[in-house]
């Protein structure tokens, strides 16, 4: 087929060498591959489906909506994006507060255990094979780092956009909390993506909002799943660490 060589030859779009690599990066950190053993916590979802209080992909779905918009995903990313500001600005004292504030936030023994071993090993495998000036630095300040936080500062040190940054960990968490569910109810894969296709605008609603997030905005309302995290310590039989 002939053109005319009067037309300007089109070409797509390239992208820069820093954006290949934050985009390369937040791919793989996110990704359920990255081994920070997520896919061994369940958030309470155990006990919510034991109980009774999610039954279908509905309830999953509705139980997950809630998590995100006033639970632990709104909080822990707003974590996350002041965690990446105050290495963003190379300050220490920020950061410090910030990380104990977050890991004073959890409503369970459980859930401490997740964010905190996450958070270390988030840490150390980024260390091992993306290292980063600064990065001892960031985490000597946090006496004990959990995921979001832990999440922010690497983040931040490489230079990841934090908007970009959010998304991805809240698509991650929706996504292994999906996983939990789907063994648990148990639902099949189409019907664990047909929960995730329709929660994506409430993470993209929470992810914009955690953006611009004040730490006094910071504040969680979902009482049965703080409760479902407590009874997770005593449940009989169990799948999952939480």
């Known amino acids: 087929m002939l053109t005319s060589t009067n037309e300007p030859e089109l070409r797509p779009a390239s992208i820069s060498a820093a954006d290949s690599a934050a985009l390369y990066r937040l791919l793989t950190w996110l990704s359920p591959a990255f081994p920070i053993g997520g896919f061994s916590y369940s958030s309470g979802i155990e006990w919510a489906v034991e109980a009774g209080d999610i039954g279908d992909a509905a309830g999953l779905r509705g139980w997950l909506a809630t998590m995100l918009t006033n639970g632990s995903g709104f909080c822990d990313a707003a974590f996350l994006a002041h965690a990446y500001r105050a290495v963003e600005r190379d300050d220490r004292t920020s950061l410090r507060e910030v990380a104990e504030f977050a890991a004073a936030f959890v409503p369970s023994r459980e859930r401490q255990l997740e964010t905190t071993a996450q958070g270390r090993a988030f840490v150390e495998i980024a260390r091992s094979a993306w290292n980063s000036a600064g990065l001892d630095e960031a985490v000597a300040q946090c006496e004990t780092i959990v995921y979001p936080v832990a999440v ?12 970009a ?56 309302a979902t009482f049965r799943a703080d409760l479902a995290s407590l009874h997770h310590e005593t449940q009989y039989t169990r799948l999952f660490r939480s």
């Open 152 to 163: 922010g500062l690497v983040g931040a040190l490489h230079g990841v956009p934090l908007a």
């Open 165 to 220: 940054l959010l998304y991805g960990f809240l698509h991650a968490v929706t996504s292994n909390w999906i996983s939990a569910g789907s063994r648990l109810v148990p639902l099949g894969q189409t019907d664990s993506q047909r929960v995730l296709a329709a929660l994506e605008p409430v993470v993209a609603a929470t992810a914009d909002r955690a953006l611009f997030a004040s730490l006094d905005d910071i504040g969680g």
